[in-house]
Nanobody, 127 residues
Framework: QVQLVESGGGLVQAGGSLRLSCAAS???????????MGWFRQPPGKEREFVAT????????YYTDSVKGRFTISRDNAKNTVYLQMNKLKPEDTAVYYC?????????????????WGQGTQVTVSS
């Protein structure tokens, strides 16, 4: 069974911080370092959008402009986990956040580039 499980979402005031985690499990992820990972989000009433991506080793990262300088993506291949540290949160960051895995590829911006998805975790930022 292939699973990506997000955790760490919740309700936070504007200016606060949250750390999302995404744990990968299953035979497909026996070599987690074969996967580039990404975080996407879907705000209420809007389409899913790219947030951040990281290559297999963690040496290359990309972010959407609206989160640069506030969010940090990282990974721990020994724990089969990718993280999204979110600081200085704004109400417009409110969304369901999803992690995704891309096999044998570099960092990817488009949702269609990813092979596996988690179920999502809700992040709500109050003003």
């Amino acid at each position: 069974q292939v699973q990506l499980v997000e955790s760490g979402g919740g309700l936070v005031q504007a200016g606060g911080s949250l750390r999302l985690s995404c744990a990968a499990s299953g035979r497909t992820f026996s070599t987690f370092s074969n996967y580039a990972m990404g975080w996407f989000r879907q705000p209420p009433g809007k389409e899913r959008e790219f947030v951040a991506t990281i290559n297999w080793s963690g040496s290359i990262t990309y972010y959407t402009d609206s989160v640069k300088g506030r969010f940090t993506i990282s990974r721990d291949n020994a724990k089969n986990t990718v993280y999204l540290q979110m600081n200085k949160l704004k109400p417009e960051d409110t969304a369901v956040y999803y992690c995704a895995a891309r096999l044998l590829g570099g960092p990817g911006y488009g949702s269609s580039e990813y092979d596996y998805w988690g179920q999502g975790t809700q992040v709500t930022v109050s003003s």
